[in-house]
């Protein structure tokens, strides 16, 4: 079974936001070669961009602070929250770095066992078509016609796009032209491993 994913299954494992457990799950039937793991190779730079305005924003919040820090940390009263301040805006900074090793560590395993659909020419002349089509943004919209490119090319039994993108992705012009490509459309991680691990247990 193949089984496509985007940007934001990155991002919720590297997040581990509250559906990376799912998302682990789908990586580990990956991993054992149970599925085949798909995704465009472009998510892996939007997911650099990504992590980087992350780190910045909380950079520029701490650096923000520190006049105040200093001005609280004069006073005997103001010292016990200077210190309070101080760790908070570098536990954001920490926390942005601790993300960003997961991610790397994330894209080392998918390394490993998943398949990249690489970003070319046709892909984003197509893209240009889908943006209009399906109105989506520039970003999906390459997402898509990349996950379109690869299930033209392989024509699997059986495959599912996953990703958290209801808004752009769930509506029906894209659902039955998935459909119509053999690619059924989860939007929750959850749903789609179930989806995944229903499909391997059947005949």
Not at 39 to 53: D, H, M, N, T
Not at 63 to 81: F, M, N
Not at 184 to 192: D, I, M, P, S, V
């Amino acid at each position: 079974m193949t089984v496509y994913v985007e940007s934001n299954y990155l991002l919720e494992l590297a997040f581990e936001q509250e559906q990376a457990t799912d998302c682990a799950g789908i990586l580990a039937l990956a991993e054992g070669g149970r599925i085949t793991l798909v995704l465009p190779a472009f998510s892996v730079g939007e997911c650099f961009e990504r992590l980087g305005r992350r780190r910045s924003r909380r950079v520029n919040i701490r650096e923000s602070l520190r006049e105040e820090i200093r001005e609280l940390g004069r006073s005997p009263t103001g010292a016990p929250l200077s210190g309070q301040l101080r760790t908070l805006s570098d536990a954001l900074v920490a926390g942005a770095d601790a993300e960003a090793h997961r991610y790397d560590a994330v894209l080392g395993r998918l390394l490993a066992c998943a398949t990249f659909i690489p970003l070319d020419a046709d892909a984003i002349r197509d893209s240009l078509a889908a943006r209009t089509t399906y109105d989506l943004s520039r970003q999906d919209a390459i997402i898509l016609s990349c996950v379109f490119a690869h299930l033209a090319a392989t024509t699997p039994d059986r495959a599912v796009f996953i990703n958290r993108n209801r808004r752009d992705f769930a509506n029906h012009d894209i659902v039955a032209a998935l459909d119509a490509r053999g690619c059924a459309l989860k939007t929750e991680f959850r749903a789609g491993l179930a989806h995944v691990t229903a499909a391997l247990d059947s005949p």
